[in-house]
């Protein structure tokens, strides 16, 4: 059974030029073992050298739409997901419109992971808190934990830096850090918690932002709880409020219900009658 040893468990690059090679030689799925350092090789397993450098005996055909999914799908932690993903790309060789098929098992899985990651990305991007750290060179410091679902850091970084390009700051996670510092990004090995400090001023001014927008008249909590987890909170600075705020929140209602709505002022009142003049 030929191997293919990958250079990590989101080696995308790797996975995609093996399975073209493979699969343009009809190396059927069951006869692959992919290995990503998640697992250590069969018994009985052998090298793939000749399988990945023999000549093609026809082009593999790759749709766009499955590049982009399997780009996402690499990211999860499902440890079928490489061997999956060559299934669906060689059976789309002779089923071309097989990713339009939503009941089929391999294309449900495929979107179901798909799915999954772009959730844990979301997350990310809404539920990352950097704290400062220092100075240096005259940019600020900063750095934040996050614990995701999946392998999503280098996937979702890139919204960090359009985001915060004129600042060095550095996600730590407990597999994969990102790191920009002087305008260049890298990766590095995973961290602890402990690596990110517990507070600083900015947490404070985030916390008295957060108190002074919350709506107590639109607040649902399962809706909140379901787009913020409680699994988030303990590394969210505003989270130790929202018992708080929750408490309160008919209390505040009522308020704003009693006080009515404020009335203009003059200004306000002086372009309104030159409109109705």
Same mark, same amino acid.
């Given at each position: ?57 026809? !082009? ?9 999914? %399997? ?6 932690? *499902? ?24 009941? *089929? ?30 100075? !240096? ?39 994969? %850090? ?15 918690? !402990? *690596? ?50 929750? =408490?309160? =929140?008919?209390?505040? %209602? ?24």
């Amino acid at each position: 059974m030929p191997t293919v040893a990958l250079a990590s468990p989101t080696d995308w690059k790797g996975w995609r030029n093996a399975a073209r090679n493979l699969c343009a030689q009809g190396v059927r799925p069951e006869a692959v073992e992919w290995q990503s350092g998640e697992a250590q090789p069969g018994l009985f397993a052998e090298a793939a050298d000749t399988a990945l450098t023999a000549s093609p005996s026809v !082009q593999t055909r790759v749709p766009s739409a499955f590049l982009t999914l %399997s780009r996402l799908v690499i990211c999860h932690r *499902d440890a079928e997901r490489f061997a999956r993903l060559y299934r669906l790309l060689f059976r789309l060789q002779r089923e071309h419109h097989l990713l339009a098929n939503a009941a *089929d098992p391999d294309v449900a899985w495929a979107h179901g992971c798909a799915k999954a990651i772009r959730r844990d990305r979301h997350k990310m991007h809404a539920f990352v808190r950097f704290r400062k750290v220092g100075e !240096q060179g005259g940019r600020e410091r900063f750095a934040a934990w996050f614990e995701p679902d999946h392998r999503i850091v280098e996937l979702a970084t890139p919204f960090f830096v359009r985001r915060f390009p004129n600042m060095d700051w550095a996600i730590l996670t407990p597999e994969r %850090s990102a790191i920009w510092q002087d305008g260049a990004l890298r990766y590095e090995a995973g961290a602890s918690r !402990q *690596d990110v400090p517990d507070a600083d001023i900015v947490e404070v001014e985030w916390k008295a932002y957060f108190a002074a927008i919350f709506n107590p008249a639109r607040l649902k909590v399962k809706a909140m709880t379901a787009e913020m987890p409680k699994k988030y909170w303990r590394n969210l600075p505003e989270a130790v409020l929202i018992p708080g705020l929750i =408490a309160k =929140a008919g209390d505040r %209602s009522d308020a704003m219900r009693t006080d009515g709505v404020t009335e203009p002022n003059a200004l306000s009142k002086r372009i309104a009658r030159r409109r109705e003049s």
